[in-house]
């Protein structure tokens, strides 16, 4: 039996420490959802009452029942006839990308005395949604928490889930994608947002996954409860620990602790800790059974598949550890050089004397923008049996049109592609169409084909709140246009200088063979005098000046100019 190190003992320890922390800081949370579950009940406990009493003493009369207020989402905003009298210059201003205009009306009626709380708190989440827009996301996190402490203590519930909802929308544009999911959950109960909750839910756990178990964009920040806006002036609903609890356990609780997994180079290196002692060696599968005797308990199988899916979770890790890296290294180089080669273009289109050249080759960054999966493996859209099939072919033709385009096996990866989308015409689905277009388009933009790769990111941005491509295609699609803008641009420079050149070349002869030669008709003379005459001012601002000046100094010479007489014909003039 192999001995245990001390280092093995404090290593455990210290793990067994981390998890009990977090455990508490997820049971706070839970706490602070049932807190505030539970005061929604007392409310509706009492409106219910007040509704019944009122019911009692109501008598039917002849008005027609209202039709709901449904309102229309502008954006992330929804726009309803409740608050469009207050609020409708403001989303007009906003919708014509006013922004300063739109702030400063919101500004009026927050600090107005005149208007109801209702609308104030929708008028500081619409001006929440205005700095989101203007990328003042910090400033707009703290407008949208106003909103949600006045929305409680006014015990106005369903504008305190609007404000968890543009909560949520600011924590994932900050990539909090912990604390965007744990807002999102809040305002799950909120008429008329649960559709839209849902896909930002789903999107934020999503990114969520995409990061380390570790990573604070994964993981839950503890909470100042001194602070929070859920329970400000509430007593402690469940007997929660106060902010004491925090400060005292908040260094062991987001300590990077080393922890050895399968595979961790790291881990099975002999690296000292500060006390001198060594890490144990990292734990394979294939001699994680090796000289077991006995049954086999459920607790050593569940260890045992918890190191295979930290071994996976590695790999997929170092995967796009792999791919930020390479991310990086492009997308400077990339910008760079359309930046450069867009200018090379414009001088070339205005300077006769250089070589036309075609547009150079410029490296394709296709993880540029693209930095996670399209979807999950189990996410489908169709519920038979057969449809999930022929979904689950296209996502697979999706996945492998991208590996090839990332070992630059473009043709093959067009290939593919198109077979995605003659899948993908079968369904009477846009989206999955749209989902294979974009991977057609991306082999044609790695090859250079700009038009079809227009033409394809066109149809494939319409997969947009369905699948993750379709949120990309929108950025691709305005690159490949730039690409495709600058070529024309080059073409059409390069074509004007073909002209430009034919045209000095032929003047230039023209010149010469008049100071050459003896020209004995006069009115011939006069012709290309006047020719020359109106051909070199037209060259003059289209070539150099160096050549210009030449040209009309040729054009300005003629037999009179010589002291000596006109030359007899055929004999050339001294030089």
């Known amino acids: 039996m192999t001995p245990v190190q001390p280092g093995q003992v404090s290593q455990a320890v210290a793990k067994i420490l981390k998890e009990r922390d977090e455990l508490r800081i997820e049971t706070t949370y839970q706490g602070q959802i049932v807190g505030q579950l539970g005061r929604q009940l007392d409310y509706y406990e009492s409106l219910l009452i007040s509704t019944q ?23 992330t905003w929804l726009s309803t006839k409740k608050g469009k009298f207050a609020l409708g210059p403001a989303e007009t201003a906003w919708s014509k990308r006013e922004h300063q205009r739109a702030i400063a009306i919101l500004d009026a009626i927050i600090l107005g005395g005149g208007e109801n709380n209702d609308i104030k708190i929708r008028a500081r989440l619409l001006k929440a949604v205005v700095g989101r827009d203007c990328g003042l996301k910090k400033e707009a996190l703290v407008e949208s928490e106003d909103a949600l402490q006045m929305a409680i203590e006014k015990q106005l ?49 999503e990114m969520r996954l995409l990061y380390p178990s570790g990573d604070l964009k994964r993981r839950l920040e503890p909470l100042n409860l001194s602070s929070s806006a859920d329970l400000t002036d509430q007593p402690n609903p469940v ?109 070339r289109a205005t300077s006769p004397e250089t070589e036309p050249r075609g547009p150079p080759k410029v490296p394709i960054p296709l993880d540029d923008l693209y930095d996670e999966e399209a979807s999950r493996p189990g996410h489908f859209i169709f519920t038979s049996i057969h449809d999930k099939l022929k979904e689950l072919n296209i996502k ?65 941005r319409r997969a947009k709140d369905i699948y993750m491509e379709g949120a990309v295609a929108e950025a691709f699609l305005e690159r490949a246009k730039a690409f495709l803008a600058a070529k024309e641009g080059w073409l059409e420079g390069y074509a004007e200088q073909g002209k430009i050149e034919e045209s000095a070349e032929l003047a230039v002869t023209k010149a010469y063979e008049r100071k050459a030669l003896r020209v004995p008709d006069e009115s011939l003379a006069t012709t290309t005098t006047e020719k020359a005459e109106t051909t070199a001012p037209t060259i003059a601002g289209r070539v150099s000046p160096s050549l210009a000046a030449e040209l009309g100094e040729l054009a300005d010479s003629d037999g009179s100019d010589n002291p000596e007489g006109p030359k007899e014909e055929g004999k050339p003039m001294h030089t």
Not at 415 to 439: H, M, N, R, T, V
Request: charged residues 30%; hydrophobic residues 40%; proline residues 3%.
């Open 396 to 460: 697979a033709l999706c996945v492998r049109a991208r590996l090839a385009i990332m070992s630059r096996h473009t043709n093959k990866a067009l290939q593919i592609a198109e077979q995605g989308c003659q899948l993908a015409l079968e369904f009477d689905f846009e989206p999955i169409y749209s989902k294979a277009q974009f991977w057609r388009g991306a082999a044609a933009y790695q090859m250079g084909d700009w038009n079809k790769a227009v033409e394809a990111f066109d149809v494939g």
């Open 239 to 347: 007997g929660l620990p106060d902010s004491k609890f925090f400060e005292t356990t908040s260094s062991v609780v987001f300590e990077e602790i080393h922890t050895p997994r399968i595979g961790d180079f790291s881990a099975g290196s002999s690296r000292p800790s500060d006390k001198g002692q060594k890490f144990p060696p990292e734990i394979v599968p294939k001699s994680y059974w090796k000289g077991w005797r006995g049954d086999v308990k459920r607790e050593d199988f569940e260890e045992y598949r918890g190191l295979i899916m930290d071994e996976l979770e590695r790999l997929r890790l170092q995967t796009l550890e792999l791919s930020v890296w390479k991310r990086e290294k492009l997308k400077d180089e990339t910008e760079e050089a359309i930046r450069r080669h867009i200018q090379i273009g414009r001088l």
């Open 53 to 75: 009493c009122e019911l009692k003493a109501y008598r039917p009369h002849g008005l027609k029942n209202k039709e709901a207020d449904d309102g229309v989402w502008i954006g």
């Open 157 to 205: 519930y369903d504008l305190a889930g609007m404000a968890q909802f543009h909560r949520g929308v600011c924590f994932f544009h900050m990539e909090k994608f912990a604390e965007a999911s744990f807002c999102f959950s809040l305002a799950a109960h909120t008429r008329n947002y649960c559709d839209q909750v849902s896909v930002w839910k789903q999107m934020a756990e």
